[in-house]
């Protein structure tokens, strides 16, 4: 049963003459945390107008971010169960899928990155991996979809062929694109994460030996060093001098594709691998306990505007959360921070005509005025992040193409890995529970 917490309650009558009482969440309470995360993921709806479906309006915002709207958006719906959004999901990434199915479409493919297309691709992932209805039995599967990105991004024709940098993935797919000749960590952290997911939703083997290729790739060419940074890029032909600049987004990838190597190996260099990850990135982009674009929100350069391209900490909440729970003993170190963070990411929600929109910082405690939908996704992606159970949603799915878990309810119906990860991710939550109440005594 839900609860309005005693803060908001006082929130509110303070401000009751005023109508406008912001948003708060108490972090510790569950049922507060979805109903809190149910208003900021309206909210952010009210930003896609479906004009062109999949999209936000284009004149605001780059077609990559469509994708990333899915991707969280479905995060949400797992975590609390709420599918009334899901026509407008499946419609929108049935919509971009292009004529080839691999996330090309004709209007966007010339200037459509690696890091773009696999955004997408990991939004269809993630559809497959919380049993989002499939589309229709002669359309291309959720699963499929990502398959062929992932298989378009393994070839030759996409990565570097000869030098220093030889195998690594370009950023961008067209020699015309400002970018061809760039190693970004975005676009190879993007293919790793896609890979380990694919590999353990299919028990694919080879996609496992494909990611691992590509993570020790990074580590050889120094973009993630031995203090588990992991840094922008760097140039083709030379391959000498990495960018050092280190993004929520890049690291975010890297995290979550460790934990499901971790969890499908189950072996230990994977481990060393997230535990190294994890504490760095915590390191580098808590530093008070609350998520921070380190390169840029310091010195005030991030763009957050509606254009914005840094908003990213989105993906590195996301990527903890799944380290929590395909890595269960990473839990402990790991939630607080998410919990704090989620707490200073709500509480700069207070602008707009309802009194409850975001902003993009979040350690200032007050709203910085960039409100857009990538400064709400994040504040959505953040509470996503500290619901640690997943939601029992009844699947209309028919099965088949690793694509139907048969939600939690029919154990015997899939042997598919995934559905065992998920049934396992509930057990797993219980065990959060415990945690969590035990935050509260402590505080
Ligand atoms: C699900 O989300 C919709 C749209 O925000 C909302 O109207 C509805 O009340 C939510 N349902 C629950 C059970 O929270
Ligand atoms: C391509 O652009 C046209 C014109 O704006 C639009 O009608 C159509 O929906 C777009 N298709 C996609 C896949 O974005
Ligand atoms: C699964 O894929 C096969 C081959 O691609 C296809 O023939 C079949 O219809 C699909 N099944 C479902 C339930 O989508
Ligand atoms: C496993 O992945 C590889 C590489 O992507 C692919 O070629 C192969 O068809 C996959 N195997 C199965 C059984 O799906
Ligand atoms: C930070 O917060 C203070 C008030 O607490 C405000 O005056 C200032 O403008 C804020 N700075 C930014 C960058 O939002
Ligand atoms: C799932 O379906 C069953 C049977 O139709 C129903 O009793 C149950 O309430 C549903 N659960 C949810 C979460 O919708
Ligand atoms: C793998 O992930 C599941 C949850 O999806 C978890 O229950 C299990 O303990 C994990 N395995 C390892 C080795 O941590």
Redesign the pocket.
């Known amino acids: 049963m839900a609860k309005i917490s005693p803060l908001l309650f006082a929130r509110f009558l303070l401000f009751a003459p005023g109508g406008l009482a912001g948003l708060i969440v108490d972090v510790a309470n569950a049922d507060n945390v979805k109903q809190t995360a149910q208003s900021v993921a309206q909210d952010l709806m009210s930003y896609y107008t479906g004009a062109i479906p999949g999209i936000l309006p284009e004149d605001n915002y780059y077609w990559y971010t469509g994708g990333m709207l899915w991707n969280h958006m479905l995060d949400y719906r797992a975590r609390t169960g709420n599918t009334s959004w899901d026509e407008t999901i499946r419609t929108g990434l049935q919509f971009q899928t292009g004529s080839n199915d691999d996330y090309l479409p004709a209007n966007w493919s010339l200037t459509i990155g690696n890091d773009d297309q696999a955004g997408w691709a990991l939004a269809a992932l993630t559809a497959a991996q919380t049993d989002l209805e ?6 291309t ?1 959720w699963v ?1 979809l990502a398959k062929s990105v992932f298989d378009e991004q393994s070839s030759d024709g996409r990565r570097a062929q000869t030098g220093d940098c030889e195998g690594a993935l370009r950023w961008q797919i067209f020699s015309s694109s400002n970018g061809y000749n760039y190693i970004s960590s975005a676009a190879n952290g993007a293919y790793f994460n896609l890979g380990a997911r694919l590999a353990s939703f299919e028990s694919n083997k080879t996609r496992a030996d494909l990611a691992k290729d590509t993570y020790e790739l990074m580590t050889g060419m120094g973009i993630i060093d031995d203090d588990f940074n992991v840094y922008d890029g760097i140039s083709l032909p030379d391959c000498d001098a990495i960018n050092k600049r280190q993004w929520t987004y890049n690291a975010g990838l890297f995290i979550e594709g460790a934990a499901y190597m971790y969890n499908f190996t189950n072996d230990d260099t994977w481990k060393t691998r997230l535990d190294g990850l994890v504490s760095r990135s915590m390191e580098v982009f808590f530093p008070d306990g609350v998520a921070e674009e380190r390169a840029c929100e310091p010195v005030g350069t991030c763009e957050f505007g509606t254009r914005g391209f840094a908003d990213y900490r989105a993906y590195l909440h996301r990527g903890l959360a799944s380290a929590m729970k395909l890595a269960p003993y990473t839990a402990d170190t790991i939630l607080p921070t998410l919990q704090s963070s989620a707490k200073a990411a709500v509480a700069q929600c207070t602008a707009g005509d309802n009194g409850r929109m975001c902003g993009a910082s979040w350690t200032n405690g007050t709203n910085d005025g960039e409100t857009n939908a990538l400064s709400e996704m994040s504040v959505l992606a953040a509470l996503n992040s500290i619901i640690t159970t997943e939601a029992e949603i009844n699947s209309t ?5 690793g ?2 878990t048969g939600g939690t309810d029919d154990a015997s119906s899939s042997d598919n890995p995934e559905s065992a990860g998920i049934r396992a991710g509930i057990s797993v939550a219980a065990v959060m529970g415990a945690l969590v109440v035990g935050l509260m005594a402590l505080s």
């Open positions: 499939s589309p229709p039995a002669d359309g599967q499929d799915d028919s099965g088949g193409n694509t139907s």
